[in-house]
């Protein structure tokens, strides 16, 4: 099994910085690549931003720009900056971790989520 914590949310004002954090822990052999989605009321879950299996990182275009995904191998730990936040961003931010075998995702944890506010 793996868990996922993340820490960080919060409320801020439009145009403010929240800096999310996603600690890994249990069986991660497998684990080959981790990220961020978020899902405001009413709305689907969204990509955010992702570590690929590959290394390499995804945004989803709304944050191109804004957010930064980076990570920690040593703590098995992903973070997101989030800056210039807007009413938007608003949502519960989700951190995943996947097992992928090829471009399949076989297999993907959750963290509990946390919660993101911006005030307009």
């Known amino acids: 099994q793996v868990q996922l914590v993340e820490s960080g949310g919060g409320l801020v004002q439009a145009g403010g910085s929240l800096s999310l954090s996603c600690a890994a822990s249990?069986?991660?052999?497998?684990?080959?690549?981790m990220g961020w989605r978020r899902q405001a009321p009413g709305k689907q879950r969204e990509l955010v931003a992702s570590?690929?299996?590959?290394?390499?990182?995804n945004y989803a275009d709304s944050v191109k720009g804004r957010f930064t995904i980076s990570r920690d191998i040593a703590k098995n730990t992903v973070y997101l900056q989030m800056n210039s936040l807007k009413p938007e961003d608003a949502a519960v931010y989700y951190c995943?971790?996947?097992?992928?075998?090829?471009?399949?995702?076989?297999?993907?944890?959750w963290g509990q989520g946390t919660q993101v506010t911006v005030s307009s």
């Open positions: 570590f690929t299996s590959g290394g390499s990182t």
């Open positions: 995943n971790a996947d097992v992928v075998a090829g471009k399949v995702v076989t297999r993907r944890y």
């Open positions: 249990g069986n991660l052999f497998s684990i080959n690549a």
